[in-house]
Each structure stands twice: as structure tokens, then as C-alpha cells.
């Protein structure tokens, strides 16, 4: 019952309140993106979701998109800039994504969507974790650490989607925090 209906549920709910009460937030770093950056504000990119369905992630710009002489983008630590990185240190260029929870590509708790390029190389094992929808919140932080490594949170991924239930999106929703 709760996979295949509350979960959806307490995605469209809670993230419709959390675009309505963050509104004048994304208004803010959009302004400021803008006039830092340029257009356009967001980042978009192909990434592999329920059931390896590709679909658009947005993410608010953290990058210039500054070329070289050749016309090439220079090295992503050239491009980035003070403001982008305090948006990434604190999360905040991941804010557009709750629309993408409503929408319903992703959800709150779930794998963390790769970029659609890293397709071939998964092995039928973590394949596993795109049976359920990506998630803003990985379950990866279970495994305690601060960072883990590619198998580790593909393990975790996998373990998560064969294993879905309320009590395992509450642990990670603590875990996150």
C-alpha cells in the first residue's frame, strides 16, 4: 500500500507545500543567478529514473559558462563561481528538483538519479535501484559515512529499492539530517 500509493502521496503533498513556502527563495537565487551568471538560470540533465526512464533534472546554475580560446567550456573549477559554491555546500541548487518530485519523475527518498551516460555500465545488480523513482534524499546516508564510495551507495540503492517501506524512508529522512 504505501509504495504504490501513500509514498506518491506524501511526495505531491509535501513537496507542493515546500514549493509554495520556499517561492520567494527560488525567486532570490534566480535573481541572483541571473545577474551572476547569466541566462540560463537553470542547469538541466538528462538522468535515468523509474524503470531507467530518461528524464530532465533541473538544478539552479552554479557554473559560468566560460571558453577558452578554442571555444571550449574551461575547467568546471574555473567555471564555478563564490555564489555557486555556497549553493552547492548548502544544497540549495538542488531546490528546483522538488518540481520534479511533484511531476512525479522523482521522489523525496529514493536512489540518487545519475546522469543518462552511466547507463551502459551498470551491472544487473544495481540496476536494481531503478525499479523505484530517484530521490532527492539517497538512501546511501544509512551507510553512515560522509561520503561513500560508487559500489557502496549503488549497494545501498539497490538494497533500498527491493526494500522499500515507510520505516526505511523515515531512517533515511533522520539519517539525511
Known amino acids: 500500500m504505501y509504495k ?75 567555471r564555478l563561481t563564490k555564489f555557486g559554491i555556497a549553493l552547492r555546500s548548502t544544497s540549495l541548487d538542488e531546490l528546483p528538483e522538488l518540481f520534479m518530485i511533484f511531476k512525479g519523475d522523482m521522489s523525496i527518498v529514493g536512489p540518487r538519479p545519475q546522469p543518462s551516460f552511466y547507463l551502459p555500465y551498470y ?19 544509512l551507510s553512515k559515512k560522509v561520503q561513500c564510495d560508487w559500489e557502496t551507495q549503488l549497494k545501498f540503492e539497490a538494497y533500498y529499492a527491493e526494500n522499500l517501506s515507510f520505516i526505511m524512508d523515515v531512517k533515511v529522512i533522520f539519517c539525511t539530517f
Do not use: W
Open 123 to 141: 551491472t544487473e545488480e544495481e540496476r536494481k535501484g531503478h525499479k523505484v523513482r530517484g530521490g532527492l534524499l539517497p538512501p546511501d546516508c
Open 4 to 78: 504504490l500509493f501513500v509514498k506518491r502521496l506524501l511526495d505531491v503533498i509535501l513537496s507542493g507545500i515546500a514549493i509554495v513556502v520556499l517561492s520567494p527563495i527560488y525567486l532570490i537565487i534566480a535573481i541572483i543567478v541571473r545577474i551572476q551568471m547569466g541566462s540560463p538560470v537553470l542547469f538541466a540533465q538528462d538522468r535515468i529514473g523509474k524503470d531507467e526512464r530518461i528524464f530532465k533534472l533541473y538544478k539552479f546554475r552554479s557554473m559560468t559558462n566560460d571558453k577558452d580560446e578554442k571555444g571550449e567550456l574551461l575547467p568546471e573549477k574555473d
